[in-house]
């Protein structure tokens, strides 16, 4: 009996070989994007709600006297200028506090600290910082700026307790903003004879600067919301801004502290409208900073 091989090769010729790129079904996958798409959709509609919930109910109440007044109780007016003034106070200051130290900080942990024990501490203390509850660092704030150092309730006070809590955002953020500056720069930077410093300063922060801002952004965003901290330390005082170098020395309530306030004393709609202003505060504060981080790197 003969077995006619000829028409194998042309058998395995019709056999195409599978391409690395070619989709197949899989139904885990199909699982997972379904999930996926689920969990951002969840997300996004929370976001939206919850932002849009605030400003239906606060920005009915928001008005010009309302923004640019004061409260008073002899002209039964309520306005939030002092507010608004002491929180971009706070921010700013706090800001020229943390900053640098904390982009200080990250620079050496990861171009001149040697990897070793204390290295490995610092990193931990770092990330158990970022856990404290802000209510021990306001107690904390009052033992040591109100008391020990006698700042009393004043701004100043609560914009150092507030550069304690930043710290730890400021220092992980530009470290892993650090480590993605490919190593071929620094190597062709010593090649080229070029000092550490010069380095650091000339190429690695120009390469990692968004990754700064977005440290700063996220700074920014715990600030605003602070209030707790602020209570213990700056206090809840209504003091409009007189003099911008002694102001700091005053007690001064930022507007998350007002928001307390007023939430506190059952004036929901002059909560919900200060919420509305501080949404809107913050979402403008994001956007400038991104619009600077895009100019930034054309």
Excluded at 218 to 227: K, N, Q, W, Y
Excluded at 266 to 285: E, H, P, R
Aim: glycine share 8%; proline share 3%; hydrophobic share 50%.
């Amino acid at each position: 009996m003969t077995v006619n091989t000829a028409a194998r090769p042309a058998v395995l010729s019709e056999q195409k070989p599978r391409s690395l790129t070619e989709t197949r079904f899989r139904p885990f996958d199909l699982v997972f994007k379904s999930l996926s798409v689920l969990a951002g959709s969840i997300t996004l509609a929370v976001t939206v709600g919850l932002i849009g919930y605030i400003l239906v109910k606060g920005l009915p109440n928001v008005s010009w006297q309302f923004l640019s007044g004061t409260t008073s109780v002899l002209n039964d007016t309520v306005g939030i200028l002092p507010g608004i003034v002491n929180t971009l106070y706070i921010i700013v200051l706090t800001l020229i506090v943390a900053a640098p130290l904390g982009v200080g900080g990250a620079v050496y942990l990861n171009e001149y600290a040697k990897k070793g024990r204390l290295t490995k501490v610092i990193e931990f203390t770092t990330e158990a910082l970022a856990g404290i509850p802000s209510i021990i660092y306001g107690l904390f704030g009052m033992m040591m700026f109100n008391n020990l150092l006698g700042l009393r309730y004043s701004i100043l006070s609560g914009c150092l307790t507030l550069s304690i809590m930043v710290l730890p955002t400021i220092i992980r953020t530009t470290q892993e903003a650090l480590r993605t500056v490919p190593t071929g720069y620094r190597e062709g930077a010593a090649g080229l004879g070029a000092s550490k410093w010069h380095t650091i300063r000339t190429i690695l922060i120009p390469c990692c600067k968004s990754g700064i801002i977005t440290s700063l952004i996220l700074s920014i965003g715990r600030i605003v919301g602070e209030s707790a901290a602020l209570i213990f330390t700056a206090g809840i005082a209504e003091n409009l801004l007189q003099n911008v170098f002694t102001h700091s020395l005053q007690s001064g309530a930022s507007l998350s502290v007002l928001l307390y306030k007023y939430a506190d004393q059952g004036d929901n709609t002059t909560a919900f409208a200060i919420a509305a202003v501080l949404v809107i505060l913050v979402l403008a504060i994001n956007l400038s900073a991104r619009f600077v981080s895009a100019r930034t790197k054309k």
